[in-house]
């Protein structure tokens, strides 16, 4: 089990900025899998990124090019920097920690993010 804490969320105008970060409560190094899910009002949670322990990013093809996870391992911190946002993007965005894609994993409370037009 692991506790994650998610910061970084707000309300920003569309084409503008935001990182968000996430601790896990655990060491980085027993976590093979950490990413972000979004979920949209009246939408299912999305896979948004991920980065595996070995240094391998996923992303959603609506986020490529605009949105980039990193793991800092010296602060044991994932972050999911955020450009060019757009309306769409707003969602509440989860943490995720797993050692498996076949793993539920352990998710964090969430964070809000809103982009207004």
């Known amino acids: 089990q692991v506790q994650l804490m998610e910061s970084g969320g707000g309300l920003v105008q569309a084409g503008e900025s935001l990182t968000l970060s996430c601790k896990p409560s655990r060491n980085f190094f027993t976590i093979n899998l950490l990413g972000w899910y979004r979920q949209a009002p009246g939408k299912e949670r999305e896979l948004v990124a991920v980065?595996?322990?070995?240094?391998?990013?996923n992303y959603a093809d609506s986020v490529k090019g605009r949105f980039t996870i990193s793991r800092d391992n010296t602060k044991n911190t994932v972050y999911l920097q955020m450009n060019s946002l757009k309306p769409e993007d707003t969602a509440i965005y989860y943490c995720?920690?797993?050692?498996?894609?076949?793993?539920?994993?352990?998710w964090g409370q969430g964070t809000q993010v809103t982009v207004s037009s």
């Open positions: 995720n920690a797993r050692n498996t894609w076949s793993q539920s994993g352990n």
């Open positions: 980065v595996s322990s070995h240094g391998n990013k």
